[in-house]
């Protein structure tokens, strides 16, 4: 039996040579972003363990003394705490709101849905210097004065639509058949919510409380616009202090922030992951 000869043409080495070098030259370009991108946090975490203070790489010594002044700062701490307040009652009205307009959106018809999703969509895309600005207009006009209704509103407005986004993803791959199954088996639509389809839906609402939380923990813009007196956030408080002077305790609770923040989002990329392999 002949032998298949494979015949190899120079262009076709040229281009197998080209395409590694291509490779090449694109995964070096995103080491390097994520390397740009990253390389400011990964120096304030370590300045949070410098003994000298400073925000200087590389570090002078190994040290957890600023995280002990700053469980002894008291208006770090408050600050801390209404933050946490603020965003976990942001979550909770993000998430119920959210779940109740997906219920809805998930009911019509496919032309009127895309249209109120775009509509809600909306914010998404308004700066938030914007925003703020017309939330403020918005309070003085109606009577309310600026504090923490004010803030808790403008932070579920600001998280609602991603909140929304994620909900809507679990509605998407929701089975209708075992709620109509459900219901001819005599379960009120009530109880059908609650023992069929909120079982189904809740990662999706886990993903998009914790989205939420991590929205509001951080946002910076919206509350500077819309905080009064004796509401003050965290990212408010860092605001004041590093105007002049960036304080070791600064570093300390920055990266505890980062902590939080990056954890949840973490956790809200899992549980999207796991959402869309338990649908597919």
Same mark, same amino acid.
Request: aromatic fraction near 12%.
């Given at each position: ?8 043409w ?9 395409? /590694? ?30 003994? %000298? ?20 700062? +008291?208006? =770090? ?26 219920? +809805? ?6 032309? @009127? ?5 775009t ?5 998404i ?12 207009f ?8 600026? +504090? ?28 209708r ?8 088996l005599?379960?009120?639509p ?10 189904? !839906? =809740? ?5 998009? %409380? ?18 009064? +007196? ?9 605001? %004041? ?5 960036? %304080?070791?305790? !600064? ?16 956790i809200? /990329?899992?549980?999207?992951? @796991? ?6």
């Open positions: 039996m002949a032998k298949r000869v494979m015949i190899v120079p262009w076709q080495t040229g281009a197998r040579w080209i395409a /590694q070098i291509t490779r090449f030259v694109l995964s070096a370009v995103t080491v390097l972003v994520y390397g740009y991108l990253f390389a400011p946090i990964v120096v304030v975490v370590i300045a949070s363990f410098n003994t %000298s203070g400073l925000t200087a790489f590389p570090p002078t010594g190994f040290t957890l003394a600023w995280y002990q002044e700053l469980m002894r700062d +008291g208006d =770090l701490l408050r600050a801390l705490r209404t933050s946490l307040i603020i965003a976990v009652v942001t979550a909770a009205l993000t998430v119920t709101l959210a779940t109740l307009t997906a219920l +809805g959106l998930s009911r019509l018809p496919a032309w @009127w849905r895309r249209l109120l999703q509509a809600f969509y909306l914010p895309v308004v700066p938030g210097i914007v925003l703020g600005i017309a939330l403020v918005w309070f003085k006009r109606i009577g309310i004065p600026l +504090g923490f209704f004010s803030v808790l509103v403008a932070h579920t407005v600001h998280a609602f639509p991603y909140s929304l986004a994620i909900i809507l993803t679990s509605f998407s791959g929701l089975d058949r075992l709620e109509e199954a459900s219901q001819d005599g379960a009120t009530w109880r059908t919510f609650w023992r069929i389809t909120f079982p189904l !839906i =809740l990662p999706g609402l886990i993903a998009g %409380s914790l989205l939420a939380f991590t929205l509001s923990f951080d946002e910076f813009v919206l509350t500077f616009f819309v905080t009064g +007196g004796g509401v003050i956030t965290l990212p408010l408080e860092i605001y %004041s202090r590093i105007r002049f002077l960036i %304080s070791p305790v !600064i570093n300390a609770i920055a990266a505890l922030v980062l902590l939080i923040s990056m954890g949840f989002a973490l809200v /990329q899992v549980l999207v992951l @796991w959402r869309g392999r338990n649908t597919s």
